[in-house]
């Protein structure tokens, strides 16, 4: 395989990963395993993996860059997160023993969704009526919330943390920024356990220098991006990460489509 032509697809994938990130607390799966499947014909299974492998520095350094800007909730969350890493866990086996022309479409077709669904119904503000709940209702609710997202963080990877921001925010009544830095601040974790045990049960990694790219480009795009995203409106998030999740979801579909028919 040309060496540039994989430079290039880990960039893409590595920023526009770093870039819903850093912005919105998108898992990095959404972008880079679709990616890294439809380009690089790296197996599904595999493809996931590096994709969460990418997500744990990255969100580790914008759930710090969301906390020093007092956008980080981590008291409440660390509930949630321990309901994820589980089913996380879970949700990983369940993944493995997909067949993996399912993972691969799933991804594509999930980045198109988070695309649409930040086009059309973007998350602007919390529900006032979800910040008055009981201490008992609210902890039921971050554990049944938090094994919801862990399945779908373990089983395909992608998705995951576009749930979380819309449960956060829906469900639980945070604002977007806050949201989104509890977000990051989960993913980091589930990422680290969801990676592991993908690694664990597939049997490693083929490819050492995608796994490297990819976490380094998606390093970059979410520092700068979560910077940006502290300062900007919900409004500017929203448009900008739903319409780069669009583009590229739709460019993965047809080159797949093609590549079927060659």
């Known amino acids: 395989m040309d060496i540039f032509i994989k430079i290039l697809i880990c960039l893409i994938a590595g920023l526009g990963a770093g870039f819903g990130t ?73 993944a493995s023993l997909l067949p993996k022309e399912t993972m691969g479409g799933f991804s594509m077709f999930m980045t198109l969704f988070a695309g649409l669904k930040f086009i059309f119904r973007p998350v602007m503000k919390a529900k006032e009526s979800n910040k008055n709940r009981t201490i008992k209702k609210a902890i039921i609710q971050y554990i049944v919330c938090g094994m919801f997202i862990g399945l779908i963080c373990g089983f395909v990877g992608a998705g995951g943390g576009m749930m979380m921001l819309l449960v956060l925010v829906s469900v639980l009544g945070y604002e977007l920024k806050t949201a989104v830095g509890t977000s990051v601040f989960i993913m980091t974790f589930t990422a680290l356990t969801g990676a592991g045990s993908h690694f664990i049960i597939g049997g490693g990694i083929s490819d050492w220098q995608i796994l490297l790219l990819c976490i380094i480009f998606t390093l970059i795009g979410a520092l700068v991006t979560a910077k940006f995203a502290n300062k900007a409106s919900p409004k500017t998030m929203n448009r900008l990460l739903g319409y780069g999740l669009v583009v590229m979801s739709v460019v993965m579909i047809i080159v797949n489509i093609i590549q079927k028919f060659i």
Request: glycine letters at 8%; zero cysteines; a negative charge.
């Open 22 to 94: 850093g912005l919105a607390g998108l898992s990095a799966a959404a972008v880079i395993a679709p990616m890294l499947i439809t380009f690089l014909n790296v197996d599904p299974y595999e493809a996931v993996g590096i994709a969460l492998a990418s997500d744990i520095l990255a969100s580790a350094i914008s759930a710090i860059t969301y906390g020093k800007n007092k956008n980080l909730d981590i008291k409440n969350g660390i509930v949630m997160l321990i309901s994820v890493l589980v089913f996380t866990l879970l949700g990983s086996y369940l």
